[in-house]
């Protein structure tokens, strides 16, 4: 799973981005590597790991990961090639979802590449240019099969759902998955459109205003949530330079720093973890003495599929998953007192992952 960070130059990505990258090289035990220096891997905070590690006296915990890619380069007039936007629209096209930074911090010394601060006309620059990107896709897709269209109903259909979808971009408008039907909506998803991506705004503000939104924020969060009556969207506010300094603590010391400012979790953290909800993923974990593991599905991903993600092999000789969910683990103690209580369900091919599911699979080799 893949979330890409954009914005406009300056608006304080890469500071996000590094704090994002280097929070997890910090933490010595967790897996980390940099495939390319604008893509980096997060780790997912999970404090049912520890929890884990405890019980089962683990000698090693693997939590799961997130990859962020720093997509820098997005001016106005990308869509047209402007400072080689097309390559950048290409890098977009390739998430699963996008966290889009937007400046609200005032700082004389942080140029603004449009000349002055204002967080509403900033994110109508991405938007439109990720606008008119689409627009050209929907051309392309609509020109392609023009043809085949006439003696074909399905692809006439297609055609005039792409339409219909190209008016609502040229509006000016993010299309919403309630504004076509589920199985327009499975065509849509078939061209690889930005503006249909998951989006997750943050607001950048100075470390004074992480308390009370500032007035560029409370301007920003109506835009948002007016323009983006669609469940995918989100926004929370950060401070880009907070999460610089916290990056470079220690567990113990984050703890005592955000505690200081009055905050209960780093921006980091939240990102993090709105990606994953933006992301409509769950996680469901394995535990020994060996190792406690936690791994990512989608939901909805049946048990066959979930084993898997741990070795193919375990997919296709599935037999039973025998599952206890992690709250009713830790209430009975122990795996053994789990299973002699019957809180440990032996569910089938069919079962539906859930959220913290402790999960065991039998499987033939
Ligand atoms: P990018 O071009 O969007 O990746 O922006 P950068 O992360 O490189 O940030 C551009 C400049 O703004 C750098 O000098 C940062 O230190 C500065 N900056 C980033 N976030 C903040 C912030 O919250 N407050 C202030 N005052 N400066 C910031």
């Known amino acids: ?89 290409s890098h977009i096209r390739e998430v699963d979802a996008i966290v889009h930074v937007v400046r609200c911090f005032e700082d004389e010394n942080v140029v603004h590449v449009e000349g002055k601060i204002d967080p509403i006309d900033d994110l109508e620059t991405i938007n439109l240019e990720l606008i008119f990107a689409d627009i050209e896709m929907l051309d392309r897709r609509i020109e392609k099969n023009k043809k085949l269209a006439k003696t074909n109903p399905q692809e006439k259909a297609n055609i005039e759902v792409a339409m219909r979808l190209r008016e ?42 992480l308390h009370e939104d500032n007035e560029m924020v409370t301007r920003l969060k109506v835009t948002v949530r007016e323009n983006h009556s669609g469940s995918h969207k989100d926004i929370i506010k950060i401070s880009a330079k907070i999460e610089e300094e916290i990056a470079q603590f220690d567990d113990a010391e984050k703890a005592e720093f955000l505690s200081d400012m009055g905050l209960e979790e780093s921006g980091l953290d939240q990102v993090i973890r709105s990606g994953y909800k ?73 079962y539906v992952m859930k959220d913290g599911d402790v999960t065991f699979f039998r499987f033939n080799v």
């Open 278 to 350: 933006l992301l409509g993923l769950i996680t469901f974990l394995t535990a020994g003495p060996q190792e406690i593991r936690a791994w990512t599905v989608t939901e909805g991903t049946k048990a066959p599929q979930a084993a898997g993600k741990i070795h193919t092999d375990i997919e296709r000789g599935f037999i039973r998953a025998e599952i206890t969910s992690f709250e009713q683990l830790i209430e009975a103690g122990t795996e053994v007192k789990a299973k002699e209580s019957g809180v440990t369900r032996v569910e089938g091919k069919d």
């Open 168 to 209: 609502i971009l040229e509006g000016g408008k993010m299309p919403h998955d309630d504004d076509f039907t589920v199985d327009e909506w499975e065509f849509i998803q078939t061209i690889q459109l930005i503006s249909i991506k998951p989006v997750l705004y943050i607001a950048n503000v100075s470390e004074n205003d």
């Open 1 to 89: 799973m893949k979330i890409g960070i954009v914005g406009l130059p300056n608006v304080g990505k890469s500071t996000i981005f590094n704090a994002l990258t280097k929070a997890g090289a910090e933490s010595a035990n967790y897996p980390f590597c940099t495939i390319d220096p604008n893509i980096g891997v997060v780790t997912v905070p999970d404090p049912r790991l520890a929890v884990l590690e405890k019980m089962y006296n683990s000698k090693k915990v693997i939590p799961t990961t997130i990859e962020f890619v720093d997509i820098a380069g997005l001016v106005r007039g990308a869509s047209k090639g402007e400072g080689l936007g097309n390559k950048f629209l």
